[in-house]
């Protein structure tokens, strides 16, 4: 697979060819889902639920998600390194905001940010395009508006909550973003959005009208159980590998049948007959 570019994401769009992200947080995944072909992987804002255990993802830090971009990058050879921009990274000022995500791709090595939000943002990414960062968007279900949205909840069901996604969606087109990240949002809507647009958008619960699909990996692979929501579709059951391989172990570990001798290191007979 040749290495994927902003540029990549457009062709694929224009040649109706679907768009493959998924979330990683740490090398060894990222490079797994590199080496099978994934086209684009997402340091989400998600890893504060799932590898941090908050309760949500306002809790995480610039500094959380340029730790574990540093370690999907070291991991991926052509995937596309998206960072997510945490709560208030990108509220504050321009100025802030082009600060940190200039950090993601220069100390991170990620080749994009991705921010939540409309036209209330419009200066940020801007911005950030104007300084020659490559921005993904992301409407519908923003998480870290949760407490204004009153909780987790599809977007864009009213007509003149639609009509706003649809101009917003146009909105970040203009201002240069690459790709969008349409989330909760009713596949109807999604799809006309992803009509109006000749930039993809990357779907999450937003139907396959969307030109690509992201989800979480640890939700994709069954390992996060805390929650999971309508749109995963569990490709793996690893929770239930994991805690029987776990149970296996510790069995093991007390019974004496691990480690066996093909699991240990040999020493000199001689040297050995000196020891005691």
């Known amino acids: 697979m040749k290495k994927i570019t902003t540029q990549s994401f457009l062709k694929m769009k224009k040649n109706n060819e679907k ?11 990222a490079k797994l889902i590199d080496e099978a072909g994934i086209e684009s992987i997402l340091v ?15 809790k995480v830090t610039v500094e959380d998600i340029l730790h574990h971009t540093k370690a999907v990058k070291r991991g991926t050879k052509n995937a596309f390194v998206i960072a997510d921009m945490p709560f208030l990274s990108y509220h504050i000022s321009i100025e802030e905001t082009i600060r940190n995500a200039g950090r993601f791709i220069q100390e991170g090595g990620a080749q994009a940010v991705k921010l939540e939000g409309g036209s209330e943002i419009s200066d940020k990414i801007e911005a950030l395009i104007n300084a020659q960062i490559p921005v993904c968007g992301h409407l519908g279900l923003t998480p870290q508006s949760v407490n204004m949205m009153g909780g987790f909840k599809v977007q864009g069901k009213s007509e003149e909550a639609a ?6 969606a146009l909105l970040l087109q203009e201002l240069g973003v690459f790709a969008i990240v349409l989330e909760c949002v009713p596949a109807k809507l999604a799809t006309i959005v992803s009509e109006k647009l000749d930039i993809p958008t990357i779907g999450i619960g937003a139907g396959n009208g969307c030109d690509g699909q992201v989800l979480v990996i640890q939700d994709m692979l069954g390992m996060y159980s ?26 093991e570990v007390k019974d004496m049948s691990f480690p066996e001798e093909k699991h ?8 050995l007959s000196k020891l005691y």
């Open 163 to 168: 009509k706003k996604m649809i101009d917003d």
């Open 264 to 271: 240990t290191f040999k020493i000199d007979e001689e040297v």
């Open 19 to 29: 768009i493959t992200m998924l979330t990683a947080y740490d090398y060894s995944t």
């Open 226 to 251: 805390d929650f999971t929501p309508k749109f995963v579709k569990k490709y793996a059951t690893l929770n239930v590998d994991i805690e029987n391989a776990t149970k296996d172990f510790i069995k």
């Open 44 to 58: 989400g804002d998600s890893l504060g639920m799932t590898i941090l255990g908050y309760d949500d993802t306002l």
